[in-house]
Nanobody
Framework: VQLQASGGGLVLAGGSLRLSCTASGLPFSSYYMAWFRQSPGKEREFVGAISRTAHRTSYPDSVRGRFTISRDNAKNTVYLQMNSLKPEDTAVYYC????????????????WGRGTQVTVSS
């Protein structure tokens, strides 16, 4: 199983980025997908999750209204559209896959990508 995240980079505060995560080696449409982030010295933080058919999404208060998670099961890809970025959004962003649940807890997720760096400058 591989989850390959891409799309990170350096952006000015107020700008936008779209992250992508393409999965291989698993039945993608059967898995709940999520994004987490982690910055140095901090625990991994939930950013968003999406159900198998994209009918349900979940976000923490810190990103709700600014970030949107979506998926394309035909392309085995999950996306994270990030708007109105703030310096505190700076982190390594990880995608994750879980078969039985859509949760906000990193330990629930079975498969993880390597992460992509997002840096927001003020």
């Amino acid at each position: 199983v591989q989850l390959q995240a891409s799309g990170g980079g350096l952006v000015l505060a107020g700008g936008s980025l779209r992250l992508s995560c393409t999965a291989s080696g698993l039945p993608f449409s059967s898995y709940y997908m999520a994004w987490f982030r982690q910055s140095p010295g901090k625990e991994r933080e939930f950013v968003g999750a999406i159900s198998r058919t994209a009918h349900r999404t979940s976000y923490p208060d810190s990103v709700r209204g600014r970030f949107t998670i979506s998926r394309d099961n035909a392309k085995n890809t999950v996306y994270l559209q990030m708007n109105s970025l703030k310096p505190e959004d700076t982190a390594v962003y990880y995608c994750a896959a879980d078969l039985p649940n859509m949760t906000d807890q990193p330990y629930d997720y079975e498969y993880w990508g390597r992460g992509t760096q997002v840096t927001v400058s003020s």
